[in-house]
């Protein structure tokens, strides 16, 4: 009789009992603990894939957006020239064409709607997009809106020319993103340590200045791999194609333990124009 009162008297857990319950406890909240933190990096994710999309489509609608517009000019009996061109960066040992500029023109006056122009192009009228020559994560769009003079595509000085415009305070710069992956050179190259940018810009010409230089006679002219196979005896219609590679990081702030992931983008854009000679 004494022990089953005790058994009815007793109003909490024993010892084991408590020990018991604070582990299943404290294991549950281990689990739920896990699930939040899974849920927070998932929505993480999720949000910053969307703005890396977004950063990716915007970038590449204005590189498009410059291409389609850009002038082709001829000076006097010169060879026919589109206004796109690539420079390289040389980072340590590693060499990357990672800037584009586009005679793009003013934003009223299109100059691909002006056919083959007689004149050279003004610097003021350039666009050019190019990594932050102190940030590697960060891509620009630069203009020289007070810019003066005139620029040629074909010039042994071009590159020159254009590093000096990039560095003078004719530049203006709009950021375009600040995502970019950038790559570290290893250890076991020169300029370790250092940053690049993983942007690149690589242009392709249907038919290249080699081939129209070498058709010699109609039939040579005839058979160049003009744009869509559209040609007459007398022209043809050319491309000049940008392949744009871009990297980013889909996080704003990288997490340099570890990777957070990366989203890579391609875009070809081509401007179309006719060629005329032979």
């Not at 489509?57 to 690539?86: F, L, P």
Request: aromatic residues 4%.
């Amino acid at each position: 009789m004494s022990h089953r009162n005790n058994q009815q008297n007793r109003r909490g857990l024993t010892l084991i009992e408590l020990i018991i319950a604070m582990t299943v406890t404290a294991g549950l909240l281990t689990v739920l603990s896990g699930v939040m933190i899974a849920v927070e990096s998932a929505r993480d994710h999720t949000e910053g894939v969307s703005d890396t999309l977004h950063h990716a489509e915007m970038i590449h609608d204005r590189i498009g957006r410059a291409i389609n517009r850009c002038g082709v000019y001829q000076i006097g009996a010169g060879s026919i020239t589109c206004g796109i061109a690539t420079l390289q960066t040389t980072t340590g040992a590693v060499t990357v064409p990672d800037t584009l500029v586009v005679w793009a023109g003013e934003e009223a006056t299109p100059l691909a709607d002006e056919g083959v122009i007689d004149r050279l192009p003004l610097r003021s009228e350039l666009r050019i997009f190019a990594p932050h020559d102190s940030d590697s994560r960060r891509l620009d769009e630069i203009t020289f809106p007070s810019a003066t003079g005139t620029i040629d595509f074909t010039s042994g000085t071009f590159a020159s020319e254009i590093e000096t415009l990039l560095a003078s305070s004719s530049a203006v710069r709009t950021k375009l993103t600040d995502r970019i992956r950038g790559a570290v050179i290893p250890s076991s190259m020169l300029g370790a340590g250092q940053s690049v940018s993983s942007v690149r810009f690589v242009i392709t010409e249907q038919p290249t200045d080699g081939e129209i230089a070498s058709a010699s006679d109609e039939a040579s002219w005839i058979a160049l791999p003009w744009a869509g196979g559209v040609r007459t005896l007398e022209s043809g219609l050319r491309a000049v194609t940008v392949e744009t590679e871009l990297q980013f990081d889909i996080l704003p702030v990288r997490n340099t333990d570890e990777s957070d992931g990366a989203y890579p983008s391609f875009r070809r854009t081509s401007r179309h124009y006719l060629h005329e000679g032979n």
